[in-house]
């Protein structure tokens, strides 16, 4: 199984960004999918999840009304578009493919993970 996350990069505060990740075919479609982050000398943290066909997401406190997660038809394909990025928004995210149909802010929740992307705000 491989995730393959791509988006990331350098951006101002106040930026956007959108990453997306990708699963190896019928891998993570009928699955609940989301994205953590992990900061230089912090814990992973969960950012967005969303389960099988949407139907339910989720976000953290800290991203609310910023950060927005989706996923494409055939459910392979989770994105999440970052809006008004912050300095503290600087990590290296992770998608993640949940054990079950529904999203969870647990990341012991999740089965599968990608390689993860570098988002830099810069102040």
């Known amino acids: 199984v491989q995730l393959q996350a791509s988006g990331g990069g350098l951006v101002q505060a106040g930026d956007s960004l959108r990453l997306s990740c990708t699963t190896s075919?019928?891998?993570?479609?009928?699955?609940?999918m989301g994205w953590f982050r992990q900061a230089v000398g912090k814990e992973r943290e969960f950012v967005a999840g969303?389960?099988?066909?949407?139907?339910?997401?989720l976000y953290a406190d800290s991203v609310k009304g910023r950060f927005a997660i989706s996923r494409d038809n055939a459910g392979s394909t989770v994105h999440l578009q970052m809006n008004s990025l912050q300095p503290e928004d600087t990590a290296v995210y992770y998608c993640a493919v949940a054990l079950s149909a529904v999203a969870s802010m647990d990341g012991r929740n999740y089965r599968y993970w990608g390689q993860g992307t570098q988002v830099t705000v810069s102040s």
């Open positions: 075919r019928r891998t993570g479609s009928n699955n609940g």
């Open positions: 969303i389960g099988w066909r949407g139907a339910n997401t």
